[in-house]
């Protein structure tokens, strides 16, 4: 039953799982453990991109033609398809390396108390049929053609000629390769970016029903989260999509910027609008532990703080109010470092933090989603006088 019970944790994964998940497997685009990671990533971005690239040519698109942004200079489509799409298949396999480990934590840590190992396991079963599902799938397909298509085709196109639509009578005609383009490249980017949503979905639904376990939570852990400070190491797992956003948003921008007469200042509340968004989405579903956490600091600072009293007014008795013994010195005494011991462990529970991440983990999910956009700041200043303002800064 043991054995059984831990291949089931075993089992945990995000990404192992899902009708592409198979559809992968039995076309050999993979592997039960994700291989053929280069195979996918060359089939996939071949199939969104190659076809552009031969319609345009035929089309006489591709470098020049009567229209403003020809095939190969679109930033915006050689981004998403050859660095943004392969970064959500990477993403698959990081975040299976880096977030089962994670996940087992809870039992190897003992946080999970083993009287309720029986409900954390029924949680990571009820969370790997949700990810096998293939009505969310078929759904999200759906989704792709009806509001992703609306969105993508009123917001995210140029109003400008281009090698995939012209403005005709105030509306974009689409080219032939604006066909595979709107009907095919889009939907699979798009597919694929809602399926990590969901995905997240997931994570966050299964963080949430642990967090109402009877957990042990342990408010003078040093790690100053309870002990769920491990769950912050999840976080580096969702690299790769931060990126795939960010370079994402950097290509929509660059594209404005370049063939719409935009500048970078332009785009302020997107940007920040964006970082918010995935903060939220990758750091969201560690607040599911807030309340506990909450619980367990006020927990904590009521019964430190009773037992530093009780010490502290025994302590005070035996070397300030009483006669200490002959035969023991205040200096050296143990009761110097026991009252030293439990002074730091109250300031630990004090500052016992209310979510099992930092400040740093903040700063370091924005400053990687904000890294694909800074080369857009060259459109504002020079690079060679970016370069002698950072040797101003430094010497």
Same mark, same amino acid.
């Given at each position: 039953?043991?054995?059984?019970?831990?291949?089931? /944790?075993?089992?945990?994964?995000?990404?192992?799982?899902?009708?592409?998940?198979?559809?992968?497997?039995?076309?050999?685009?993979?592997?039960?453990?994700?291989?053929?990671?280069?195979?996918?990533?060359?089939?996939?971005?071949?199939?969104?991109?190659?076809?552009?690239?031969?319609?345009?040519?035929?089309?006489?698109?591709?470098?020049?033609?009567?229209?403003?942004?020809?095939?190969?200079?679109?930033?915006?489509?050689?981004? /998403? @398809?050859?660095?943004?799409?392969?970064?959500?298949?990477?993403?698959?396999?990081?975040?299976?390396?880096?977030?089962?480990?994670?996940?087992?934590?809870?039992?190897?840590?003992?946080?999970?108390?083993?009287?309720?190992?029986?409900?954390?396991?029924?949680?990571?079963?009820?969370?790997?049929?949700?990810?096998? *599902?293939?009505?969310?799938?078929?759904?999200?397909?759906?989704?792709?053609?009806?509001?992703?298509?609306?969105?993508?085709?009123?917001?995210?196109?140029?109003?400008?000629?281009?090698?995939?639509?012209?403005?005709?009578?105030?509306?974009?005609?689409?080219?032939?390769?604006?066909?595979?383009?709107?009907?095919?490249?889009?939907?699979?980017?798009?597919?694929?970016?809602?399926?990590?949503?969901?995905?997240? @979905?997931?994570?966050? /639904?299964?963080?949430?029903?642990? *967090?109402?376990?009877?957990?042990?939570?342990?408010?003078?852990?040093?790690?100053?989260?309870?002990?769920?400070?491990?769950?912050?190491?999840?976080?580096?797992?969702?690299?790769?999509?931060?990126?795939?956003?960010?370079?994402?948003?950097?290509?929509?921008?660059?594209?404005?910027?370049?063939?719409?007469?935009?500048?970078?200042?332009?785009?302020?509340?997107?940007?920040?609008?964006?970082?918010? @968004?995935?903060?939220?989405?990758?750091?969201?579903?560690?607040?599911?532990?807030?309340?506990?956490?909450?619980?367990?600091?006020?927990?904590?600072?009521?019964?430190?703080?009773?037992?530093?009293? *009780?010490?502290?007014?025994?302590?005070?008795?035996?070397?300030?109010?009483?006669?200490?013994?002959?035969?023991?010195?205040?200096?050296?005494?143990?009761?110097?470092?026991?009252?030293?011991?439990?002074?730091? *462990?109250?300031?630990?529970?004090?500052?016992?933090?209310? @979510?099992?991440?930092?400040?740093?983990?903040?700063?370091?999910?924005?400053?990687?989603?904000?890294?694909?956009?800074?080369?857009?700041?060259?459109?504002?200043?020079?690079?060679?006088?970016?370069?002698?303002?950072?040797?101003?800064?430094?010497?």
């Amino acid at each position: 039953m043991n054995h059984v019970s831990e291949k089931k /944790r075993d089992d945990f994964s995000l990404v192992l799982g899902g009708p592409l998940y198979q559809l992968f497997i039995r076309t050999r685009m993979g592997t039960d453990t994700l291989g053929l990671l280069k195979r996918r990533i060359i089939i996939i971005s071949l199939l969104t991109w190659l076809p552009l690239l031969l319609l345009s040519v035929l089309a006489g698109e591709a470098a020049g033609g009567d229209v403003k942004v020809p095939f190969l200079y679109d930033v915006e489509v050689h981004i /998403r @398809f050859l660095l943004a799409l392969p970064l959500l298949l990477v993403a698959e396999l990081v975040v299976h390396q880096r977030l089962r480990p994670v996940i087992l934590q809870f039992v190897e840590r003992g946080i999970v108390l083993p009287e309720a190992i029986p409900q954390f396991e029924s949680i990571i079963g009820s969370a790997l049929r949700l990810r096998n *599902s293939v009505m969310i799938e078929v759904l999200m397909i759906a989704l792709v053609f009806t509001g992703g298509h609306y969105v993508w085709s009123s917001q995210m196109a140029l109003q400008a000629a281009t090698w995939f639509s012209v403005m005709a009578d105030g509306s974009h005609r689409l080219s032939l390769a604006g066909f595979w383009y709107a009907y095919v490249s889009i939907p699979v980017f798009q597919f694929l970016l809602f399926r990590w949503y969901f995905r997240i @979905f997931i994570y966050a /639904r299964f963080l949430w029903q642990v *967090s109402r376990l009877d957990l042990h939570l342990v408010p003078t852990h040093p790690d100053r989260s309870g002990g769920l400070g491990f769950l912050a190491g999840s976080i580096a797992a969702f690299i790769p999509l931060l990126l795939a956003q960010g370079v994402l948003l950097a290509g929509m921008i660059g594209n404005r910027i370049f063939y719409g007469g935009a500048t970078l200042l332009e785009f302020k509340q997107e940007i920040a609008a964006t970082v918010v @968004f995935l903060l939220l989405l990758v750091l969201g579903p560690l607040c599911a532990f807030a309340p506990r956490l909450a619980q367990v600091k006020r927990k904590g600072l009521l019964e430190y703080g009773a037992l530093a009293s *009780s010490y502290v007014c025994e302590f005070d008795r035996k070397w300030l109010r009483g006669a200490p013994p002959q035969d023991e010195p205040l200096v050296g005494s143990g009761d110097i470092q026991s009252l030293n011991d439990l002074a730091g *462990s109250f300031e630990v529970v004090h500052s016992m933090r209310l @979510f099992p991440f930092g400040k740093t983990a903040v700063l370091q999910t924005a400053v990687v989603t904000l890294l694909p956009v800074l080369p857009l700041a060259l459109t504002l200043i020079s690079l060679e006088d970016l370069i002698k303002r950072l040797i101003g800064i430094l010497l």
